[in-house]
């Protein structure tokens, strides 16, 4: 969830709505109901866009990220123009402060800024520039840049759109052939930008060979983001254009018939006013409900397994748990083995090869549960759950230990090397029902316990005694020396023994 | 009340005169020659502490089920041995301070005695007339390692049984006599029940009597052959000068009896050593990890590791593994110590007696051979910790195993040449700026003032 994001909609929302009132308060013809509506729109576009589920999947995947900016330049830019936020901001504010404003947007900066030429080769070199330089990798890099990114791309494109969507104060006023060129003249520059990423050889962005897990995937997320900018965004620029042509056709009835809803206007004005209003309310209402439902949604990818495991599993394991060069298949994992690598932390891993090590979870028990639900529902694996309450036969459990633990995890439990690099890890921090999960799943190079080697009152009784061995309670005698044995104690009579000794020696002994 | 006791010694046994000398022996002073003591008082703190912890223990293989205050083993068949000290450890009041203070002690006994070993060996001071002393003190070192190992043994758990097994397998490897020297040992095929009661025998009888005799045939001879000193104006090789044993030299050595008490007593205080309870009893089929030996072991543990896996056919007998790695290697690394101030004298045609030490500048190869030796052997007691260093460095066994047979080879060169040269360096540097005689000869005059000047002629005292 990006608050930050969130804050800024919902104040232009408000902003917005303080704005119509005040327009219409002060003027004898209301605010459009079609303006409201895009208004709406434009906002829930900026909320698919910057907001989960899809933000957060645009760091791990180049085709989120392409919709993301997709969202951004062909949706929300053009809805946003047709609330026609100029008209309504020079309608709403005072006379001095409207009279500043249009003293800008007369000016020669905005005149500058909306030429045409520039709006559509400045749009073009965003378009490209963004994709093929260093600032793709450095926006995924730093969220600051990013956002920077994101401000620049719906800049461009709302400069690149109020060339076509005219409402308001217009300083390049193009008649509809010229609007129909612009838009023609886009379309082939926004369609070969998508053939060019679809047809790249190479990853063009680190950051997704990480994510992806391998230059494959990164190459495929690659293509299949090029492919979405050539195909939708080519559809998409096909539709406006064929609008822009719609529209000059029934340009001249339009001016026919604006005298006509003028005098409708005046005529209908009180019942106007309290639609307008209701409009305007229902909009909000709508537009919090939009947001509250999309919260929810958002609030969804916390706890909803499927999403879980898309966002931490799939680069791995594969959309469709049938794994990967890096990882297994998920399609015969069993709940005690989800349930040991996700609540030890060991998964989602960090790199794929490496023993994963025991680490704070980085989800949390809800969570798990979900994903473990998802993973579960999907899997052929054994849903049973060895259920132990650490009140076994602990010396039972210790000469079990002893025999079957003991030999990679140390009498002592503290660990230990088990050859080729792989570790037997301490049982210091283990609880009983992961020292159980262990014990039944077998990670790593850990042989797999099944219920015929050791019972459950078999396993019951070995967590019972890794519980002993936890407590202060065996450890009498002072410093246990990391239950390392012989070596650390050979070190200590080294050091501290004979080291003071020699001291003493030295200080009490001549030096002649 | 003493001066009345004294007399009537001497009234009867003519002592005097002997205690006289005795106690003005002078002793020269330095520092370096405390080391030894010090291992002598690791000894009378064993010998104490043992004595207790032999009230307490069971030395039988008898099996038995445990009921003790320890829940964890209730219902646990074990030898009345491992109960024994399991209820020393947790049950008998000090028990278990005692036990690892002596636990401790046994580890610093062996470091004093290497330190002290090392001392006598850069110094020279094993050469003509002590090369016997130097045998003697070797004589002392494997006693000590002996009794280290029985007493690390003798607790029956699954530790030290893991240590015992691999000590019968070095010894039957041993060709021809192998296995009777397991009997004689073990009292059987292992495990045996005569183990335990062999051990403790050995642990509390024959090798400390043995420790006590040729410990006092090592005093003995540095009291006749008096003790080295190092070179200094004053000091010949028919001088000793030093402080007299009574009352100098007495007060401080008994200054660091209590000091070697006191650090034992801390480290059995404040630092767990070999937690039983936790290694439970020996079960042959049982094996845990990782598992060391006490730390003067180590080296021997560290050559099975490193050692090649050869095995050979000679004559129809099958020589394993074990005996190059475990048998040959600490027999040439022993003999090698034995022969050594023979070997020296041969190579350096230095059959004179010496009284006056050397500085380890003094003789740089002998010094670079020295510490080779010591670096191979640190190698040696660091790779019988492999397991142990590899999860700390975070590299596997294999890697580290590897490692530790290239450093097996390439660090004693190293070391010793650099200790060599400089050993050499310093040598030059020493010699080039001879400690001035500063002593001065103060001598009055007729007219009843004071001259100074120089000492120049030295006298023997």
Same mark, same amino acid.
């Given at each position: 969830m990006n608050y930050g994001t969130l804050v800024l909609l919902l104040f232009g929302t408000a902003l917005f709505y303080w704005m119509v009132n005040r327009y219409n308060a002060s003027r004898s013809r209301h605010f459009g109901r079609g303006h409201i509506a895009a208004f709406v729109l434009a906002i829930a576009a900026l909320y698919a866009a910057l907001e989960p589920p899809l933000e957060p999947r645009a760091d791990g995947s180049f085709l989120a990220h392409m919709a993301q900016h997709m969202l951004l330049v062909y949706v929300a830019a053009p809805l946003f123009l047709l609330a026609a936020p100029m008209m309504l901001a020079l309608g709403a504010l005072g006379k001095r402060r409207a009279r500043l404003l249009g003293r800008f947007l007369s000016g020669g900066l905005w005149r500058a800024l909306t030429f045409?030429?520039?709006?559509?080769?400045?749009?073009? *070199? *965003?378009?490209?520039?963004?994709?093929?330089?260093?600032?793709?990798?450095? #926006?995924?890099? @730093?969220p600051a840049v990013h956002i920077l990114e994101h401000v620049l791309f719906f800049v461009s494109a709302l400069l690149f759109w109020q060339a076509i969507i005219q409402i308001g104060p217009v300083s390049w006023p193009m008649n509809f052939p010229l609007r129909v060129v612009y838009v023609f003249l886009a379309m082939p520059q926004s369609a070969f930008l998508g053939l060019a990423l679809y047809q790249t050889r190479l990853p063009l962005y680190p950051q997704y060979v990480m994510t992806q897990g391998g230059v494959a995937a990164a190459l495929a997320d690659q293509h299949a983001g090029g492919e979405l900018m050539w195909i939708a965004g080519g559809f998409l620029m096909f539709a406006v254009f064929m609008i822009v042509v719609a529209m000059w056709g029934s340009y001249e009835r339009r001016v026919g018939e604006q005298l006509d809803a003028q005098f409708d206007e005046r005529d209908a004005r009180a019942a106007r006013n309290a639609s307008i209003r209701r409009g305007v309310v229902t909009g909000a209402v709508c537009a919090f409900a939009i947001l509250a439902a999309t919260t929810r949604a958002q609030a969804a990818p916390a706890t909803s397994g499927s999403n879980l495991y898309a966002i931490h599993c799939s680069s791995c394991h594969g959309a469709n748990l049938r794994g990967s060069v890096n990882a297994p298949s998920l399609l015969d994992v069993s709940t005690n083995a989800m349930e040991f690598y996700l609540t030890t932390g060991r998964m989602p891993a960090i790199v794929p090869y490496e023993q994963n090590q025991r680490r704070t979870p980085a989800l949390s028990p809800g969570q798990i549960d979900a994903l473990v639900a998802y993973v579960m529902s999907r899997s052929h694996g054994s849903t049973a759950v060895t259920l132990v309450d650490n009140t076994g036969d602990m010396a039972h459990g210790r000469a079990l230990f002893i025999a079957n633990c003991s030999a990679c995890h140390g009498a002592t439990?503290?660990?230990?090397? /088990?050859?080729?690099?792989?570790?037997?890890?301490?049982?210091? $921090?283990?609880? /009983?029902?992961?020292? #159980?999960?262990?014990?039944? /799943?077998?990670?790593?190079?850990?042989?797999?316990?099944?219920?015929?080697?050791?019972?459950?009152?078999?396993?019951?009784?070995?967590? $019972? @005694? /890794?519980?002993?061995?936890?407590?202060d309670v065996p450890n009498v005698g002072g410093l246990a020396l990391g239950g390392l044995g012989a070596v650390a104690e050979g070190l200590v009579a080294w050091v501290v023994g004979m080291g003071a000794l020699l001291a003493i020696v030295r200080l009490i002994g001549s030096n002649e | 009340m003493i001066r009345r006791l004294v007399l009537a010694l001497d009234d009867r046994l003519g002592t005097a005169h002997f205690m006289r000398k005795a106690l003005r022996k002078a002793f020269p002073d330095h520092w370096s020659f405390m080391l030894g003591e010090v291992a002598l008082y690791c000894f009378i703190v064993l010998l104490a502490t043992g004595t207790y912890l032999g009230f307490f223990f069971d030395a039988s293989s008898q099996p038995l089920t445990y009921n003790g205050s320890y829940a964890a083993l209730h219902g646990t068949v074990m030898s009345a041995a491992y109960a024994s000290v399991v209820r020393l450890s947790l049950e008998t009041r000090a028990g278990l301070l005692l036990r690892q203070i002596h636990?401790?002690?046994?580890? =610093?006994? =062996?470091?004093?005695?290497? !330190?002290?070993?090392?001392? =006598?060996f850069f110094t020279g001071a094993f050469r003509r007339p002590r090369e016997l002393n130097w045998i003697v003190g070797l004589i002392l070192l494997i006693l000590a390692l002996g009794a280290g190992f029985t007493g690390y043994s003798l607790p029956d758990d699954l530790l030290s049984g893991t240590g015992l097994r691999i000590a019968y397998s070095v010894l039957i490897s041993v060709p021809l006599v192998g296995r009777d020297l397991a009997f004689l040992f073990f009292g059987g095929n292992f495990p045996a029940t005569q183990t335990i009661p062999r051990l403790f025998f050995a642990h509390v009888l024959i090798l400390p009597a043995l420790l006590v005799g040729v410990m006092t045939l090592h005093l003995a001879m540095i009291w006749r052959q008096k003790h080295t000193q190092f070179r200094a104006p004053g000091r010949t090789e028919y001088n000793v000068v030093g402080s007299p044993l009574w009352p100098n030299y007495a007060m401080k050595s008994i200054g660091l009896l209590f000091a070697v008490a006191a650090i034992l007593t801390a480290l059995g205080a404040f630092f767990q050593i070999n937690p039983i309870w936790l290694y439970g009893p020996y079960q042959p089929a049982n094996v845990s990890a990782p598992a060391q030996p006490d730390w003067y072991i180590g080296w021997l543990e560290g050559a099975l590791r490193l050692g090649p896996a050869w095995s050979w056919q000679i004559f129809g007998h099958t020589i394993p593994a074990p005996f190059f790695a475990g048998v040959l290697l600490p027999g040439a690394f022993f003999a090698l110590l034995f022969v050594w101030p023979f070997l020296e004298r041969r190579i350096t045609r230095d059959?004179?007696?010496?009284?006056?030490?050397?500085?380890?500048?003094? =003789?740089?190869?002998?010094?670079? !051979?020295?510490?080779? !030796?010591?670096?191979?052997?640190? !190698?040696?007691t660091f790779a019988g910790g492999d397991d142990v260093l590899a999860k700390i460095v975070g590299i596997s066994v294999e890697a580290l195993a590897a490692l530790f047979r290239v450093l097996l080879v390439v660090l004693p060169l190293l070391v010793g040449l650099l200790a060599f040269e400089f050993a050499r360096e310093i040598g030059i540097r020493r010699n080039a700026s001879p400690t001035p005689d500063t002593r001065l000869v103060i001598s009055r005059t007729a007219a009843g003032g004071f001259v100074e000047q120089p000492l120049e002629n030295e006298t023997p005292q």
């Amino acid at each position: 969830m990006n608050y930050g994001t969130l804050v800024l909609l919902l104040f232009g929302t408000a902003l917005f709505y303080w704005m119509v009132n005040r327009y219409n308060a002060s003027r004898s013809r209301h605010f459009g109901r079609g303006h409201i509506a895009a208004f709406v729109l434009a906002i829930a576009a900026l909320y698919a866009a910057l907001e989960p589920p899809l933000e957060p999947r645009a760091d791990g995947s180049f085709l989120a990220h392409m919709a993301q900016h997709m969202l951004l330049v062909y949706v929300a830019a053009p809805l946003f123009l047709l609330a026609a936020p100029m008209m309504l901001a020079l309608g709403a504010l005072g006379k001095r402060r409207a009279r500043l404003l249009g003293r800008f947007l007369s000016g020669g900066l905005w005149r500058a800024l909306t030429f045409p030429v520039f709006t559509w080769l400045f749009f073009t *070199v *965003v378009m490209w520039g963004a994709h093929f330089s260093a600032l793709y990798q450095l #926006a995924l890099t @730093y969220p600051a840049v990013h956002i920077l990114e994101h401000v620049l791309f719906f800049v461009s494109a709302l400069l690149f759109w109020q060339a076509i969507i005219q409402i308001g104060p217009v300083s390049w006023p193009m008649n509809f052939p010229l609007r129909v060129v612009y838009v023609f003249l886009a379309m082939p520059q926004s369609a070969f930008l998508g053939l060019a990423l679809y047809q790249t050889r190479l990853p063009l962005y680190p950051q997704y060979v990480m994510t992806q897990g391998g230059v494959a995937a990164a190459l495929a997320d690659q293509h299949a983001g090029g492919e979405l900018m050539w195909i939708a965004g080519g559809f998409l620029m096909f539709a406006v254009f064929m609008i822009v042509v719609a529209m000059w056709g029934s340009y001249e009835r339009r001016v026919g018939e604006q005298l006509d809803a003028q005098f409708d206007e005046r005529d209908a004005r009180a019942a106007r006013n309290a639609s307008i209003r209701r409009g305007v309310v229902t909009g909000a209402v709508c537009a919090f409900a939009i947001l509250a439902a999309t919260t929810r949604a958002q609030a969804a990818p916390a706890t909803s397994g499927s999403n879980l495991y898309a966002i931490h599993c799939s680069s791995c394991h594969g959309a469709n748990l049938r794994g990967s060069v890096n990882a297994p298949s998920l399609l015969d994992v069993s709940t005690n083995a989800m349930e040991f690598y996700l609540t030890t932390g060991r998964m989602p891993a960090i790199v794929p090869y490496e023993q994963n090590q025991r680490r704070t979870p980085a989800l949390s028990p809800g969570q798990i549960d979900a994903l473990v639900a998802y993973v579960m529902s999907r899997s052929h694996g054994s849903t049973a759950v060895t259920l132990v309450d650490n009140t076994g036969d602990m010396a039972h459990g210790r000469a079990l230990f002893i025999a079957n633990c003991s030999a990679c995890h140390g009498a002592t439990a503290q660990g230990g090397s /088990v050859g080729y690099g792989w570790i037997a890890p301490a049982l210091d $921090r283990a609880t /009983v029902t992961q020292v #159980a999960e262990a014990i039944r /799943v077998g990670p790593g190079v850990m042989p797999r316990f099944d219920p015929h080697t050791l019972s459950n009152g078999d396993v019951n009784d070995i967590v $019972r @005694y /890794v519980n002993v061995l936890q407590t202060d309670v065996p450890n009498v005698g002072g410093l246990a020396l990391g239950g390392l044995g012989a070596v650390a104690e050979g070190l200590v009579a080294w050091v501290v023994g004979m080291g003071a000794l020699l001291a003493i020696v030295r200080l009490i002994g001549s030096n002649e | 009340m003493i001066r009345r006791l004294v007399l009537a010694l001497d009234d009867r046994l003519g002592t005097a005169h002997f205690m006289r000398k005795a106690l003005r022996k002078a002793f020269p002073d330095h520092w370096s020659f405390m080391l030894g003591e010090v291992a002598l008082y690791c000894f009378i703190v064993l010998l104490a502490t043992g004595t207790y912890l032999g009230f307490f223990f069971d030395a039988s293989s008898q099996p038995l089920t445990y009921n003790g205050s320890y829940a964890a083993l209730h219902g646990t068949v074990m030898s009345a041995a491992y109960a024994s000290v399991v209820r020393l450890s947790l049950e008998t009041r000090a028990g278990l301070l005692l036990r690892q203070i002596h636990h401790w002690a046994a580890l =610093v006994f =062996v470091c004093a005695i290497t !330190v002290h070993m090392c001392r =006598v060996f850069f110094t020279g001071a094993f050469r003509r007339p002590r090369e016997l002393n130097w045998i003697v003190g070797l004589i002392l070192l494997i006693l000590a390692l002996g009794a280290g190992f029985t007493g690390y043994s003798l607790p029956d758990d699954l530790l030290s049984g893991t240590g015992l097994r691999i000590a019968y397998s070095v010894l039957i490897s041993v060709p021809l006599v192998g296995r009777d020297l397991a009997f004689l040992f073990f009292g059987g095929n292992f495990p045996a029940t005569q183990t335990i009661p062999r051990l403790f025998f050995a642990h509390v009888l024959i090798l400390p009597a043995l420790l006590v005799g040729v410990m006092t045939l090592h005093l003995a001879m540095i009291w006749r052959q008096k003790h080295t000193q190092f070179r200094a104006p004053g000091r010949t090789e028919y001088n000793v000068v030093g402080s007299p044993l009574w009352p100098n030299y007495a007060m401080k050595s008994i200054g660091l009896l209590f000091a070697v008490a006191a650090i034992l007593t801390a480290l059995g205080a404040f630092f767990q050593i070999n937690p039983i309870w936790l290694y439970g009893p020996y079960q042959p089929a049982n094996v845990s990890a990782p598992a060391q030996p006490d730390w003067y072991i180590g080296w021997l543990e560290g050559a099975l590791r490193l050692g090649p896996a050869w095995s050979w056919q000679i004559f129809g007998h099958t020589i394993p593994a074990p005996f190059f790695a475990g048998v040959l290697l600490p027999g040439a690394f022993f003999a090698l110590l034995f022969v050594w101030p023979f070997l020296e004298r041969r190579i350096t045609r230095d059959g004179t007696s010496h009284q006056l030490l050397d500085h380890p500048s003094d =003789v740089p190869w002998r010094t670079g !051979v020295g510490a080779a !030796v010591l670096a191979f052997a640190i !190698v040696l007691t660091f790779a019988g910790g492999d397991d142990v260093l590899a999860k700390i460095v975070g590299i596997s066994v294999e890697a580290l195993a590897a490692l530790f047979r290239v450093l097996l080879v390439v660090l004693p060169l190293l070391v010793g040449l650099l200790a060599f040269e400089f050993a050499r360096e310093i040598g030059i540097r020493r010699n080039a700026s001879p400690t001035p005689d500063t002593r001065l000869v103060i001598s009055r005059t007729a007219a009843g003032g004071f001259v100074e000047q120089p000492l120049e002629n030295e006298t023997p005292q």
